[in-house]
Nanobody
Framework: VQLQASGGGAVQAGGSLRLSCAAS????????MGWFRQAPGKEREFVAA??????YYADSVKGRFTISRDNAENTVYLQMNSLKPEDTAVYYC????????????????WGQGTLVTVSS
């Protein structure tokens, strides 16, 4: 599986962005798709994951971010609303087989990352 993330940019606090992650591979629908982020000087952290209709969010983004997928287009999205300066990070999409997981170490496929900058 090859992943290509896009959609990052600079936005003011309270604004919105939608990230996209296009995936190759015929078995896209069977993979867990996740979003992670890494802020400068911090560890990579889980943001959201989706497998079939099962969806998981980090507490810090619940109610503000929405993950979705279009299996026909082999694409997963992350709609980010009410953005805060602490959401500033490089966002990565990732894929794994098996059950959904919040541990980035369990994901075997990664996109290149897209930078989100939220100013106050």
């Amino acid at each position: 599986v090859q992943l290509q993330a896009s959609g990052g940019g600079a936005v003011q606090a309270g604004g919105s962005l939608r990230l996209s992650c296009a995936a190759s591979g015929r078995t896209f629908g069977s993979y867990v798709m996740g979003w992670f982020r890494q802020a400068p000087g911090k560890e990579r952290e889980f943001v959201a994951a989706i497998k079939w209709s099962n969806i998981y969010y980090a507490d810090s983004v619940k109610g503000r971010f929405t993950i979705s997928r279009d299996n026909a287009e082999n694409t997963v999205y992350l709609q980010m609303n009410s953005l805060k300066p602490e959401d500033t990070a490089v966002y990565y999409c990732a894929a794994k087989s098996g059950p959904a997981d919040t541990d980035y170490g369990s994901y075997g496929y990664w996109g290149q990352g897209t930078l989100v900058t939220v100013s106050s």
